[in-house]
C-alpha cells in the first residue's frame, strides 16, 4: 500500500472534532503523542529503516454527528494497570501485522500486503503480542513516577467488545517498511479517571533498553511451535473404491520407497526429507530446503 508519513493533528483539531467526554480529560491528548512519540523510540530497534509513529486522532463515544472511520481489528488484547487497577483496550489492524512480519523476517517492504481474511498465525499472534508488551511499556514510561501505574498485558482475558467498549478511542498511524498500519487504544472511563490524576512525562531520549525492547519484537519466533505436515504421495481414488475400503487392503502409491517426501507449514513448503525411524519411532532426515520444481 501507498507509504504515507504520520498525520500531525493539533490539539485545538482535535478538540473540535471531538466529543463533551474528551473536555474532562484534558491531558490526554498530550499523553497520546508522548505515548506515539516513546513507541516510536522502544520499537527503534527493530529494523534498520526508521518506524514513524503520529496520532491520526482522538474518537469520542459521547460525540455527536460523523462516526469515526472504520477500523478492522486483526489483534486485540488489554493493556493492565495493576496499582490503581484498570486496563486500556490494544488493537492492531492487518497492515501492522503484516509490517511487522515483514521486518521479522528481513524483507524490505517490497512485498504486495495481502488481503484475504484469515485468523493470526502463530508467528503473526507472537510479534503482535511482543507488540502489545512494547506499547504497555511505552505507556508505563509516560506516566512516570511512584505513584503512577506500570502496565502489563497479563490478566483477564479481554472483552468481546474490545476497543468499541471504550469512552475515547486513540488512533496511531504507524509506518514502516512501506506499510502503514493502524494502532488503537481505548481508553474506558474507569482508565481516564485513574490517568488524570496522574501527569504525563515527555519522551526521554532513546536508550539502550529501548533498544533492546525494540529488538526483542523480532526476535520474538524462537520460543513459537510451529505445526509441520509431511506429504507423503498423493493419489486419486473413487468414491466406490473408497467406500469398499476394509481392514488389511493395500493402498499403492505412485511414488518410488526413496522418494523424499515435502515437508509444510501453514500450506508453504518448507524443505524436502526423507523418511526414516530413530529409537523405534518414525523419523525424517531433512535432505533440502530447497522447494521441489
Known amino acids: 500500500m501507498a507509504a504515507n508519513a504520520p498525520?500531525?493533528?493539533?490539539?485545538?483539531?482535535?478538540?473540535?472534532?471531538?466529543?463533551p467526554a474528551l473536555h474532562k480529560y484534558p491531558h490526554l491528548p498530550r499523553a497520546c503523542a508522548n505515548f506515539a512519540e516513546r513507541l516510536a523510540q522502544d520499537m527503534g530497534g527493530l529494523a534498520a529503516a526508521a518506524i514513524r509513529i503520529g496520532l491520526e486522532g482522538l474518537d469520542d463515544s459521547s460525540?455527536?454527528?460523523?462516526?469515526?472511520?472504520?477500523?478492522?481489528?486483526?489483534?486485540?488484547?488489554?493493556?493492565?494497570a495493576h496499582a490503581p487497577p484498570f486496563h486500556?483496550?490494544?488493537?492492531?489492524?492487518?497492515?501492522?501485522?503484516?509490517?511487522?512480519?515483514?521486518?521479522?523476517?528481513?524483507?524490505?517492504?517490497?512485498?504486495?500486503p495481502h488481503q484475504e481474511d484469515r485468523p493470526l498465525?502463530?508467528?503473526?499472534?507472537?510479534?503482535?503480542?511482543?507488540?502489545?508488551?512494547?506499547?504497555?511499556?511505552?505507556?508505563?514510561?509516560?506516566?512516570?513516577?511512584?505513584?503512577?501505574p506500570a502496565?502489563?498485558?497479563?490478566?483477564?482475558?479481554?472483552?468481546?467488545?474490545?476497543p468499541a467498549a471504550a469512552a475515547i478511542t486513540a488512533r496511531f498511524l504507524l509506518h514502516l517498511h512501506g506499510y502503514s498500519g493502524e494502532i488503537l487504544l481505548g481508553f474506558t472511563a474507569q482508565s481516564l479517571q485513574a490517568l488524570q490524576a496522574v501527569?504525563?512525562?515527555?519522551?526521554?531520549?532513546?536508550?539502550?533498553?529501548?533498544?533492546?525492547?525494540?529488538?526483542?519484537i523480532g526476535n520474538q519466533l524462537d520460543g513459537i511451535d510451529i505445526e509441520l505436515t509431511a506429504i507423503l504421495a498423493h493419489i486419486e481414488l473413487s468414491v466406490g473404491t473408497l467406500e469398499s475400503l476394509k481392514p488389511g487392503q493395500v493402498i499403492k502409491?505412485?511414488?518410488?520407497?526413496?522418494?523424499?517426501?515435502?515437508?509444510?507449514?501453514?500450506g508453504e513448503c518448507l524443505f524436502t526429507a526423507r523418511m526414516g525411524q530413530s529409537a523405534g519411532r518414525y523419523a525424517l532426515s531433512v535432505e533440502?530446503?530447497?522447494k521441489p520444481a
Do not use: W
Open 7 to 19: 498525520t500531525k493533528l493539533t490539539f485545538d483539531a482535535i478538540r473540535m472534532a471531538s466529543g
Open 63 to 80: 460525540a455527536q454527528g460523523k462516526p469515526p472511520p472504520p477500523f478492522h481489528a486483526a489483534f486485540t488484547t488489554l493493556l493492565h
Open 88 to 112: 486500556i483496550h490494544f488493537a492492531a489492524d492487518r497492515q501492522l501485522v503484516f509490517a511487522l512480519c515483514d521486518v521479522a523476517f528481513g524483507g524490505c517492504g517490497n512485498e504486495p
Open 121 to 148: 498465525s502463530k508467528i503473526e499472534t507472537a510479534l503482535c503480542r511482543a507488540a502489545a508488551e512494547t506499547s504497555a511499556g511505552a505507556l508505563s514510561a509516560i506516566y512516570g513516577g511512584e505513584a503512577a
Open 151 to 162: 502496565f502489563s498485558i497479563e490478566g483477564p482475558a479481554a472483552s468481546e467488545a474490545g
Open 199 to 216: 501527569k504525563p512525562s515527555a519522551p526521554q531520549p532513546a536508550r539502550r533498553e529501548s533498544i533492546r525492547q525494540g529488538s526483542a
Open 253 to 266: 502409491l505412485p511414488n518410488r520407497v526413496d522418494t523424499p517426501v515435502t515437508v509444510f507449514s501453514g
Open 288 to 290: 533440502s530446503r530447497e
